[in-house]
């Protein structure tokens, strides 16, 4: 018991810690915590975050990305601004979505963000893409949700490891999916981008 209104306190409770499902449940929760506490500590000096973190809150000016294109997507009560950047000496690339709320009753919420490698398909509107392997991203939000008739930021960093492949340069597929489960952005990077050359 706290004696005080702002302690926070986590117990644990187990019938019979010596009882083996007990024992395994509680290792599996310590290993996850600590998986967390590892990727925690990775983003905290991870440069790609720390630009990803800039970009959500729109200090576009303090990165070293210069932007290169932008479109609108309007789909299921959504818009979604893409804004595609590069930062052609440090070999990076950075998708930026605004998204507002338009048309939604309910908050606006991320469920995933996929990058992968791009193995076929796509050549036009009725041929479905294909993806092969998954590729790393730094990502930052500027809010968990957005409510109707307001807005927010997602940023996305990737570097030039994940336009590489055993076969050469492959092109990517960003997809982004919003709380129901629907995909809200489709964006396709090409490894040029990361010479300052525009992606579709």
């Known amino acids: 018991m706290a004696h005080a209104e702002r302690f926070d306190h ?18 599996v929760r ?27 809150a729109g200090a576009v000016k303090s990165t070293p990305f210069r932007h290169e294109s932008k479109w609108r997507l309007d789909l299921g009560g959504v818009a979604v601004d893409v804004h595609i950047y590069s930062a052609k000496k440090m070999k990076k690339a950075a998708v930026l979505f605004h998204v ?5 009753r309910d908050p606006w919420s991320l469920s995933e963000v996929q990058l992968s490698a791009v193995v076929g398909g796509g050549r036009s ?6 993806t092969g392997e998954k590729k790393a991203f ?10 109707p008739g307001e807005s927010g930021w997602i940023a996305v960093v990737t570097d030039k490891r994940a336009f590489d492949s055993k076969e050469g340069p492959v092109s990517l597929v960003l997809e ?18 990361l010479t300052g050359e525009r992606s579709r």
């Not at 919003?178 to 990077?189: E, F, K, P, T």
């Open 176 to 193: 982004l999916f919003r709380h129901d489960g629907l995909q809200q952005a489709v964006v396709y990077l090409d490894p040029q981008i």
């Open 125 to 130: 509107p009725e041929e479905p893409v294909r």
């Open 100 to 104: 507002t709320n338009q048309g939604l």
């Open 10 to 27: 986590q117990v644990n409770v187990f019938h019979d810690l010596e009882q083996p499902d007990a024992a395994r449940q509680w290792m």
């Open 138 to 147: 730094a990502l930052r939000t500027s809010r968990e949700e957005i409510m």
């Open 30 to 56: 310590a290993r996850a915590l600590e998986e967390e506490n590892a990727r925690l500590r990775l983003e905290q000096v991870s440069a790609d975050h720390a630009f990803a973190s800039l970009l959500a």
